[in-house]
């Protein structure tokens, strides 16, 4: 990594202190609470912290956290006057804390947006930051969720106590947060090709609008609302993982489909090419074999959506997604519209009108895999 590339990524976690680390050791399955508070300050959190951390249960995650804290030593207008970026505008890119709190990751963050002033817009510049905002909580949530299934539960099941839980979480809180900013980094690198290679990009770079004719799909788990009502937590856990590597293994078949997000137990797509899509939906949608699959249904439609801050919008994703509503266990359903481009390459059904929520009444299409007849003799 060169030395710019080092500019980019946040100093490394500090390390816990020593002394203090031996402190903890010392005491690792006591009860006595006070004895907890002093094993924290020592290792580095404000005692006030501490009392509100042991009597609301939560000193595993501020041990964690105090892993991965930087000294605060900057105002917003030290941070304005080393960028050249006003205040207002700071005050609006970073997660402001204001005072004196800011650290050397929020400086080196201010220049990086200053640079990026040199590439794009004030206006395009702040929806970025909210739209990674928004994408980069949720990486965050997945992340903590297996770091609790994989250091916190399995130490709480071999009878550990809080303060031994908190300590593990601080050894692996700095290694995991330099690791996976470097993997983050990567992969960002790894979908920007992607999508610079893509179809979809074509299209919006063609276009004069921010609005691309384009291909939506949707599917979703049904009777999951029903389930998660009768079924243990870890069950739907598990249910959701294998869901999405589903979804995931469906799409990464054909380069031209995309998984825009998934919304709990459903997923939606958008892809260029109409049968690109049609096939992966049908893969998800037709009954396997296993009886114990929990069923998927789809639905599809076509036409000019608006592309803004990475997510689409518009009729074609209202009707796929209200025809996903409708549609049975193991179908997907199509917009009437897509009749004549589908007609040649799969098996089609017509179904009755069918009012849509918001939509009217539709005559949507059921479409099947077209009969092989030559596959079946041979």
Same mark, same amino acid.
């Given at each position: 990594?060169?030395?710019?590339?080092?500019?980019?990524?946040?100093?490394?976690?500090?390390?816990?202190?020593?002394?203090?680390?031996?402190?903890?050791?010392?005491?690792?399955?006591?009860?006595?609470?006070?004895?907890?508070?002093? /094993? %924290?300050?020592?290792?580095?959190?404000?005692?006030?912290? $501490?009392? +509100? #951390? &042991? =009597?609301?249960?939560?000193?595993? *995650? @501020?041990?964690?956290?105090?892993?991965?804290?930087?000294?605060?030593?900057?105002?917003?207008?030290?941070?304005?006057?080393?960028?050249?970026?006003?205040?207002?505008?700071?005050?609006?890119?970073?997660?402001?804390?204001?005072?004196?709190?800011?650290?050397?990751?929020?400086?080196?963050?201010?220049?990086?947006?200053?640079?990026?002033?040199?590439?794009?817009?004030?206006? /395009? %510049?702040?929806?970025?930051?909210?739209?990674?905002?928004? $994408?980069? +909580? #949720? &990486? =965050?949530?997945?992340?903590?969720? *297996? @770091?609790?299934?994989?250091?916190?539960?399995?130490?709480?099941?071999?009878?550990?106590?809080?303060?031994?839980?908190?300590?593990?979480?601080?050894?692996?809180?700095?290694?995991?947060?330099?690791?996976?900013?470097?993997?983050?980094?990567?992969?960002?690198?790894?979908?920007?090709?992607?999508?610079?290679?893509?179809?979809?990009?074509?299209?919006?770079?063609?276009?004069?609008?921010?609005?691309?004719?384009?291909?939506?799909?949707?599917?979703?788990?049904?009777?999951?609302?029903?389930?998660?009502?009768?079924?243990?937590?870890?069950?739907?856990?598990?249910?959701?993982?294998?869901?999405?590597?589903?979804?995931?293994?469906?799409?990464?078949?054909?380069?031209?489909?995309?998984?825009?997000?998934?919304?709990?137990?459903?997923?939606?797509?958008?892809?260029?090419?109409?049968?690109?899509?049609?096939?992966?939906?049908?893969?998800?949608?037709?009954?396997?074999?296993?009886?114990?699959?929990?069923?998927?249904?789809?639905?599809?439609?076509?036409?000019?959506?608006?592309?803004?801050?990475?997510?689409?919008?518009?009729?074609?994703?209202?009707?796929?997604?209200?025809?996903?509503?409708?549609?049975?266990?193991?179908?997907?359903?199509?917009?009437?519209?897509?009749?004549?481009?589908?007609?040649?390459?799969?098996?089609?059904?017509?179904?009755?009108?069918?009012?849509?929520?918001?939509?009217?009444?539709?005559?949507?299409?059921?479409?099947?895999?077209?009969?092989?007849?030559?596959?079946?003799?041979?």
């Amino acid at each position: 990594m060169t030395e710019a590339d080092d500019a980019t990524v946040a100093p490394a976690a500090p390390d816990l202190d020593v002394d203090g680390a031996e402190a903890a050791d010392g005491i690792d399955g006591v009860d006595d609470l006070e004895a907890t508070v002093e /094993a %924290l300050v020592e290792l580095g959190v404000d005692e006030a912290e $501490a009392r +509100a #951390a &042991v =009597a609301d249960g939560r000193v595993p *995650l @501020v041990l964690a956290s105090q892993a991965l804290d930087e000294p605060g030593r900057y105002s917003l207008r030290d941070l304005s006057e080393a960028s050249g970026l006003p205040e207002r505008v700071l005050d609006e890119l970073l997660d402001t804390v204001g005072g004196d709190a800011y650290t050397q990751s929020d400086l080196d963050a201010a220049h990086l947006f200053s640079q990026l002033l040199e590439v794009l817009p004030l206006d /395009a %510049l702040l929806r970025i930051a909210r739209s990674r905002s928004i $994408a980069l +909580a #949720a &990486v =965050a949530r997945a992340d903590m969720s *297996l @770091v609790r299934d994989n250091i916190v539960l399995p130490l709480r099941e071999a009878g550990a106590d809080d303060l031994a839980i908190a300590i593990a979480l601080a050894e692996h809180a700095g290694r995991f947060d330099r690791i996976s900013r470097r993997l983050l980094a990567h992969e960002y690198r790894h979908h920007i090709r992607q999508h610079l290679r893509s179809e979809l990009a074509v299209l919006a770079t063609q276009s004069d609008t921010p609005e691309i004719d384009a291909v939506v799909g949707f599917v979703d788990l049904v009777g999951y609302t029903a389930l998660a009502a009768r079924v243990d937590p870890t069950g739907l856990d598990e249910l959701l993982d294998t869901f999405e590597e589903r979804v995931i293994e469906a799409a990464s078949e054909d380069e031209e489909v995309t998984v825009v997000k998934f919304l709990g137990d459903a997923a939606m797509f958008v892809s260029p090419d109409l049968h690109a899509l049609v096939d992966v939906l049908l893969r998800l949608t037709t009954e396997p074999d296993d009886p114990d699959e929990m069923p998927i249904r789809g639905g599809i439609a076509a036409g000019e959506v608006l592309l803004r801050e990475g997510d689409y919008y518009g009729t074609p994703v209202n009707v796929a997604a209200r025809l996903t509503d409708i549609a049975r266990a193991w179908s997907l359903l199509a917009d009437d519209q897509l009749r004549e481009r589908l007609e040649p390459h799969y098996e089609i059904k017509r179904i009755r009108p069918t009012r849509v929520r918001g939509l009217g009444n539709r005559r949507p299409l059921v479409v099947r895999p077209q009969f092989d007849v030559e596959s079946l003799e041979d």
